[in-house]
């Protein structure tokens, strides 16, 4: 009994700026992490940031670091992935989810319990 709901996503010209949240409801005290993916048409879903509920110990895929910042509200069960300098590729359904796991930073997707619906943040040249 775990809900996640994302929000935030829409349309951004390349160089632009986006925050997405994903508020979290139901059981979350178990939790060893969250994490944001992505999936473009035609692709796989990929990792892209892991936080670190306990911590806030933060984890990057490469492409995106120095531009992304996930960050967490443990009051509101919320996590966020504030998106900076953003670019064409960037383009993607962005989903949220919920790992029970302490191999969640590895950033497999099997090691994820929970998804939300995914958000879509689309970037215009």
């Known amino acids: 009994q775990v809900q996640l709901v994302e929000s935030g996503g829409g349309l951004v010209q390349t160089g632009g700026s986006l925050r997405v949240s994903c508020a979290v409801s139901?059981?979350?005290?178990?939790?060893?992490?969250m994490g944001w993916f992505r999936q473009a048409p035609g692709k796989e879903r990929e990792f892209v940031a892991a936080?670190?509920?306990?911590?806030?110990?933060?984890y990057y895929a490469d492409f995106v670091k120095g531009r992304f910042t996930i960050s967490r509200d443990t009051a509101k069960n919320t996590v966020y992935l504030q998106m900076n300098s953003l670019k064409p590729e960037d383009t993607a359904v962005y989903y949220c989810?919920?790992?029970?796991?302490?191999?969640?930073?590895?950033?497999?997707?099997?090691?994820?319990?929970?998804w939300g619906q995914g958000t879509q943040v689309t970037v215009s040249s």
């Open positions: 936080i670190s509920w306990g911590s806030g110990g933060t």
């Open positions: 139901g059981r979350t005290f178990f939790m060893y992490g």
């Open positions: 989810a919920v790992s029970r796991s302490s191999a969640y930073y590895t950033g497999e997707r099997n090691e994820y319990d929970y």
